[in-house]
């Protein structure tokens, strides 16, 4: 989902292209839909919303374990979930989906490791936080945000 060309600043800048626009609703639905749980954990996914299971590759935090995630640990993570994607020549979008509204520490601490991945890579990777209601790039603060669940 990230271009080649430079950018006026770190993460997703306003206004958002129609087609980034879809992609991201398409999570927040997807997740909406997909989570039925009332507790449940963080989760890392790489790839394209909408493309199911097959298209994409995540990684959930198991909660209630004393597990600490280092930078150098998260980088890993990050860049062992994009190398399906990059093989295929396609730069997935990575998205973090939680089960609460509003900022975390977590997703500035994930927002690094995306920012330190990607120039390893060789590529200009974002990352989203995904709610059932909302998403938004902890880097830029741009996001969107709806009333109540989407229907698809």
Do not use: K
């Not at 097959?54 to 990050?78: C, H, K, N, Q, Y």
């Amino acid at each position: 989902m990230s271009s080649s060309a430079a950018r006026p600043g770190p993460g997703i800048q306003a206004p958002v292209s129609p087609l980034l626009h879809r992609v991201l609703r398409r999570a927040v639905v997807e997740h909406a839909t997909d989570e039925r749980r009332r507790r449940y954990p963080v989760t890392l996914h790489a790839g394209l919303p909408g493309t199911g299971r097959a298209g994409r590759r995540s990684f959930a935090m198991r909660p209630g374990r004393d597990e600490v995630l280092d930078l150098a640990l998260r980088i890993e993570i990050v860049e062992a979930l994009c190398r399906d994607s990059l093989a295929r020549d396609v730069v997935p979008l990575l998205w973090l989906t939680r089960p609460a509204d509003g900022p975390d520490l977590e997703d500035l601490a994930w927002a690094a490791a995306v920012g330190c991945a990607g120039p390893e890579l060789g590529v200009d990777l974002d990352l989203v936080v995904v709610t059932r209601r909302s998403w938004r790039d902890p880097r830029s603060g741009v996001g969107r945000t709806w009333s109540r669940a989407c229907a698809r």
